[in-house]
C-alpha cells in the first residue's frame, strides 16, 4: 500500500506477543462494533469494516503497545500498523506514530541508536504522508512531505530511503511537466539502488525513466527499459511492477496499432492487479483494454470497461482514475455523436484534472473539449480548449526537454562507466594484494625452513670434527640470513615510523645488527666448541 520502512523488529514483536498472553483486544469492542479508542488508540474505530487479516495484525501489535514499557516498542508497533494495514484508518496510525517521534526526538535525552531509529521512522511517517496527498490529488502538499522526509534520510545516510524519496519527488516532477527536475531525480533515485543492489527500487526507477522516454518520443530506449524492468521484477517476485512494466509495453504496441499484442500484454497486467489486489492498477487495466476494443471498433464493450473503471475510481476516492474514465467516456459518446453527453464528461474530466495540475490529463481533456466545441460550432472557446492543448503538450515535450533528457542519459552512463571502472580498479588492487601476501608469505615460509635447516644442520655436524674456518664460515651465513630476514620483517614498521627518512631507517637498522651482535658472538663461541671440539679451539 505505502513505499515505507522495513522494520527489522517486526519478527521479534511478533513474537513477543507470545510471551504477553493471551489477545485482549476483543473485550475492547461495543455491541455495534465500534472499538474502545483508550485501547485501539483512535476514535470512531468500526471493527466490522476490517478485514480478517487486518482484524488479526491489529490485534497483534495493539496487544504488544498496551503491554510493553519500552517507548521504542510502542512506537513500532504502531508504525507497523500504519505500513501494513489496508484498512483507511493505516493513515490515522501514522498520525499517532508521527506524534509519538515528535515527543521523543524534542524530549532528549536519547542514545545515538534511539535518536538514528526514531528519525528513520519519522523519515517514513513523513513519506507515507506525501503517499496520501498525492493519491488524494495534494500534489503540493505530497511535494512537502517526500522533501521533509529526503532531508531527514540524507541526515542519517538511509540510502534506501532517500532512492524512495527521490522516485516520488520524480513522479511528482514527471506528472507536473518537469522533466528536467524528473530525469535528476530518476537517475540519483537509480545510482543509489545500483549501489545498494536495492533490486525492487532498481526496477521502478527502469519503469519511471521508460515512461518519461516515451513522452519525449524516444520509443525504442523506452522500450528496453520496460523490458528490463519486467524481466527484473519477475526474477524477485514483484508482481504489482510487473504488471506496470507490462501496461507500459502493451501501451507501446498499441501506439504502433499492434492491438492484438498490446492487448495480450494488458491483459496478463490486469490479472497480475486483480491477483494482488491493487485497485488502482485495476482501474487502469479497464481502461486499457477499452481502449484496445475502442480501437477495433467495438464501442459498446469499450464503454462497459470504461464505466466500470470509473465506478471503481469513485469507490476508492481515486481522483486521477476518475479523471481519466471520464474523458475516456466522453470520447466514446463523442465517437457516438452524444454530443451533449460527451461534453459534461468532458468538462468534469477538466476540472478534476486542472484539480490535480496534471499536464498529461489537461491535455487530454483539452483536446476532446476542442473537438467537442468545434462540432458544436463554437469556434472561438474551441480554439482556446486547442491552444490550452498544445501548451500542456508541449510543456511535457519540447526541445529544452529534450534536450534536458539527452543531458542527463548521458551524465548517467557516464557515471554508471567511472562507478565500474572504480570498481574493477578496487577488484585489481584485492586481487594484487592478495598475490602479494601470498608471495610474501611464501618467501618468509622459505626463509624460516632455510633457517631451521642450517640451525639442525649446525647441531647435527657438531658430532664431526670440522675445520675452525668452515664452522665460523657456516655460523656467519647462518646469522647474516637472520639479520636479513629480519630487515625483510621489519621493513614497512620501519618505513611507518621512520616516514621513509634515510637517515632514521639506517638508525633502526643499525639498532637491530645492535641487538644480533651479542647473539653473534654467544652462539659463535658455543657452537665453535661443538663443531670443532676443545682441541681444535685450543
Known amino acids: 500500500m505505502k513505499h515505507g520502512l522495513k522494520i527489522l523488529l517486526l519478527f521479534t514483536l511478533f513474537l513477543a506477543q507470545e510471551q504477553f498472553g493471551p489477545n485482549k483486544a476483543e473485550a475492547q469492542v461495543t455491541s455495534e462494533q465500534h472499538a474502545d479508542p483508550s485501547y485501539y488508540l483512535i476514535d470512531s474505530l468500526n471493527l466490522s469494516s476490517f478485514a480478517d487479516e487486518d482484524k488479526a495484525l491489529l490485534d497483534s501489535m495493539l496487544t504488544i503497545y498496551h ?12 508504525n507497523i500498523l500504519a505500513e501494513n494495514l489496508m484498512h483507511e484508518s493505516w493513515l490515522d496510525y501514522n498520525d499517532l506514530v508521527n506524534v509519538l517521534l515528535t515527543e521523543q526526538l524534542n524530549q532528549g535525552g536519547l542514545n545515538a541508536e534511539e535518536t538514528l531509529l526514531y528519525k528513520r521512522l519519522m523519515a517514513g511517517t513523513l513519506n507515507n504522508f506525501g503517499f496520501s496527498h498525492f493519491n488524494h490529488g495534494n500534489v503540493s502538499e505530497a511535494l512537502k512531505y517526500f522533501q521533509q522526509s529526503l532531508a531527514i534520510q540524507n541526515e542519517i545516510n538511509d540510502l534506501d530511503g532517500m532512492a524512495s524519496s527521490l522516485g516520488n519527488i520524480g513522479r511528482i516532477y514527471d506528472s507536473q511537466g518537469n522533466i528536467a527536475q524528473a530525469l535528476e531525480c530518476y537517475h540519483q533515485s537509480l545510482k543509489i539502488g545500483e549501489q545498494t543492489g536495492d533490486k525492487y527500487g532498481i526496477a521502478n526507477c527502469l519503469i519511471s525513466l521508460g515512461r518519461l522516454y516515451n513522452t519525449q518520443g524516444e520509443v525504442e530506449k523506452a522500450e528496453q527499459y520496460f523490458h528490463k524492468s519486467l524481466k527484473l521484477q519477475e526474477k524477485i517476485g514483484d508482481k504489482r511492477g510487473a504488471a506496470q512494466s507490462l501496461a507500459n509495453l502493451g501501451f507501446l504496441h498499441q501506439n504502433r496499432n499492434e492491438i492484438t499484442e498490446a492487448r495480450a500484454y494488458y491483459e496478463r497486467g490486469l490479472n497480475l492487479h486483480e491477483e494482488i489486489g491493487n485497485q488502482k492498477g485495476v482501474v487502469y487495466g479497464l481502461g486499457h483494454l477499452a481502449t484496445c476494443d475502442l480501437m477495433r471498433g467495438d464501442t459498446a464493450k469499450a464503454l462497459e470497461y470504461y464505466i466500470k ?25 463523442f465517437t457516438q455523436g452524444e454530443i451533449e453527453v460527451a461534453e459534461r464528461h468532458a468538462r468534469q474530466s477538466m476540472e478534476i484534472s486542472q484539480e490535480l495540475g496534471y499536464p498529461k490529463n489537461i491535455m487530454k481533456a483539452a483536446s476532446l473539449l476542442s473537438k467537442i466545441l468545434k462540432k458544436q460550432g463554437r469556434y472561438k472557446s474551441a480554439l482556446e480548449h486547442y491552444e490550452l492543448f ?61 633457517l631451521v635447516i642450517l640451525g639442525t644442520a649446525l647441531l647435527v655436524m657438531g658430532r664431526f670434527s670440522i675445520p675452525i674456518q668452515i664452522a665460523e664460515g657456516l655460523i656467519f651465513f647462518s646469522f647474516l640470513i637472520f639479520f636479513e630476514f629480519l630487515l625483510v620483517l621489519t621493513d614497512p614498521y620501519i618505513d611507518f615510523w621512520s616516514s621513509g627518512a634515510p637517515g632514521l631507517k639506517l638508525m633502526f637498522n643499525a639498532l637491530i645488527a645492535g641487538i644480533i651482535f651479542p647473539l653473534h658472538s654467544f652462539f659463535e663461541s658455543k657452537l665453535k666448541r661443538t663443531l670443532v671440539g676443545e682441541e681444535n679451539e685450543r
Do not use: C, P
Open 67 to 78: 503491554e510493553t514499557e519500552q517507548d521504542s516498542t510502542k512506537i513500532i508497533s504502531i
Open 390 to 450: 498544445i501548451t500542456m503538450r508541449d510543456s511535457l515535450k519540447n526541445e529544452e526537454t529534450q534536450k534536458a533528457t539527452i543531458r542527463q542519459q548521458t551524465k548517467y552512463e557516464f557515471e554508471k562507466a567511472l562507478l565500474v571502472k572504480e570498481q574493477e580498479e578496487k577488484e585489481s588492487m584485492r586481487i594484487a594484494a592478495d598475490i602479494r601476501e601470498r608471495r610474501d608469505n611464501l618467501q618468509y615460509s622459505v626463509v624460516l625452513i632455510i
Open 309 to 333: 473503471s470509473l465506478a471503481l475510481s469513485k469507490e476508492i476516492g481515486f481522483k486521477t482514475g476518475i479523471a481519466f474514465s471520464l474523458e475516456n467516456i466522453g470520447f466514446v459518446h
